[in-house]
Each structure stands twice: as structure tokens, then as C-alpha cells.
Nanobody
């Protein structure tokens, strides 16, 4: 089982930036996709951004133009750069990977709070 370790969450003011990191225990190029979901209190978990093995990406409409997903193969790490943060971005952010067989593995989650 691949292990995912997230870091980078915290408290930030509206308009600020944070970068989340997700380190995998083996090569990220062996997976179909990796990405980030988030879950706010009382809401369902939703996809935020995803990067596929070939490098293509997709984003939730609510974060397009503000968030950027990227990866570093040498470090087996996927990043989520979050800019122009809004209070509605407050949530627990979960890293995930999708295997070619369709199964998923999830990280433990990291809290992001956007508040003045």
C-alpha cells in the first residue's frame, strides 16, 4: 500500500496563499492520477484538482485561475499552490492517488483555514 504524507496546511488571511505538498512512498508516475479533494464542515468531499500520469490537469470551477497543481517526479511529490484564498476555501484537504485499476488511496488530510 502506497503511503501519502501531506503538509502545508494552516491559517491564512483572505487573499493570501498556501502551498500543500503530498509525498508518495513510491514513484508518482506509476499511478493513473494524483490530486486533491477537500471537505468543508457539513459538506460532501469534492474534487479540487487532479493531475494525470501524462501531465494533463483538471480543476473544480471554483478554483480555476487561483489554484495550480504540479508535481516533482524526483521527489515523488504533488503540490497544490493556492492563491487568492477565500473563506469558502476553508476545508480539510485530502491528497489522493488513483491506480490504473481504479482504486484510490487517501492521505490523512490537512486543515486549511481562511479567515481574518
Amino acid at each position: 500500500q502506497v503511503q501519502l504524507v501531506e503538509s502545508g496546511g494552516g491559517l491564512v488571511q483572505p487573499g493570501g496563499s498556501l502551498r500543500l505538498s503530498c509525498a508518495a512512498s513510491r514513484s508518482i508516475f506509476s499511478f493513473y492520477a494524483m490530486g486533491w479533494h477537500r471537505q468543508a464542515p457539513g459538506k460532501e468531499r469534492e474534487l479540487v484538482a487532479r493531475i494525470f500520469n501524462g501531465g494533463s490537469t483538471n480543476y473544480a470551477d471554483s478554483v480555476k485561475g487561483r489554484f495550480i497543481i504540479s508535481r516533482d517526479g524526483a521527489k515523488n511529490t504533488v503540490y497544490l499552490q493556492m492563491n487568492s484564498l477565500k473563506p469558502e476555501d476553508t476545508a480539510v484537504y485530502y491528497c489522493h492517488l488513483t491506480y490504473y485499476g481504479g482504486d484510490n488511496t487517501w492521505g490523512q488530510g490537512t486543515q486549511v483555514t481562511v479567515s481574518s
